[in-house]
């Protein structure tokens, strides 16, 4: 077997797809681009949803229940909020989590990620949080709430693209611990919650900030081929390079770029991270050749969320947000095989000294 356990198949689904050699993303038979263009994120949480959190979901219900969700939320914000006030988003998020109670609803704990990420946003900005608007999507809200009055609707329209391009791509490494927990009986809220936990990682959800991070490195280094050598040369990571699944390049990267196209079309860091992205891949090949390392979604995610205003520090949080109705569906979908998941392992250590008998 393999540490990293790629190959292993352990589940089977009806949710998505992803084709990691034809580079394709599919959610519930729908291709990734046509989601993001006709259903959006409410849409596609129907989709996702539809016979595992209610039957005959559409946009306009799940717009409906995540507006209410989110008002629930607000409501419940001093469970968690004054503890997490003073905490970095991405463990504010946490403490959010783990102060829904066990029998939370999919809509409740999946508005409850909009409503945490802003209040938190505000309050290390010195200002009160904003009460949510249940009638407009969780893209819009979110920005809203964030902000504190109604945002350009260009920037929710980016944002919507965001989250819906990245909900689902087959069992991802927080999707399997979703499932892993769900498994033993334990509460849908405690599944989330440990997804998220397994999502924050620099490996999973936790890249799209340090891809930022790297991308102004290089900037300020003034010679990108000699920081990428230097970084691969010390053992490092290029953050928004390599899949687990992809070896081709992420598919769902090409419509990030387009909606960062539409959003800001002279970005001039769109054009310094494409020249970025070329010469990674060249000195990905020249230190290992024939491996197939490419760029994953992270680098175009990164300056997509930034061109929206949103502060590096939320970017896993807000990923979050396009993740946790996946967690969600994947998790109700695993509690009907009603099987609990624990694996083997093969043991390695010394051999006891004495007659295990005795
Ligand atoms: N930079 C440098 N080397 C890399 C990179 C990278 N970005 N990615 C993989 N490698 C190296 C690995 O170190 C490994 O080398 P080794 O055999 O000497 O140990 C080799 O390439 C093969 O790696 P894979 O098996 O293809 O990668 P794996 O499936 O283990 O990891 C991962 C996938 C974690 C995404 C990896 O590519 C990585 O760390 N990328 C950078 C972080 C990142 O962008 N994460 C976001 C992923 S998208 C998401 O989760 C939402």
Redesign the pocket.
Known sequence: MSD?L?GVVAARTVLSHSDGEQGAVWVRGHPIGELAARHGYEGTVALLWDGFAGDGLTRETIVRQLGAGRTRAFSRRDDWLPAAAARAPIEGLRMALAALPDDSTPAEIAAALPVAIAALMRLRDGKAPVAPDPTLTTAADFLRMANGEAVDDRFAVALDNYLTTVIDNGL?TSTFAARVIISTRASLASAVLGAYGAFTG????G?PGL?LDMLDDIAASGDIDQWLERT?ASG?????????VFRVRDPRADLLRAALDRLDPRSERLAFAKEVERRAVAA?QRR?PG?R?EA???MDAALLLDAIGLPRTVFTPVFAIARVPAWIAHALEQQRTGRMIRPASTYIGPEPAHDPQT
């Open positions: 990293g790629e991802g620099a490996l999973h959800g890249a891809a691969l490092g990571r290029l953050m928004g390079f390599g899949h687990r990905l290992e491996r390392l994953n979604i992270e």
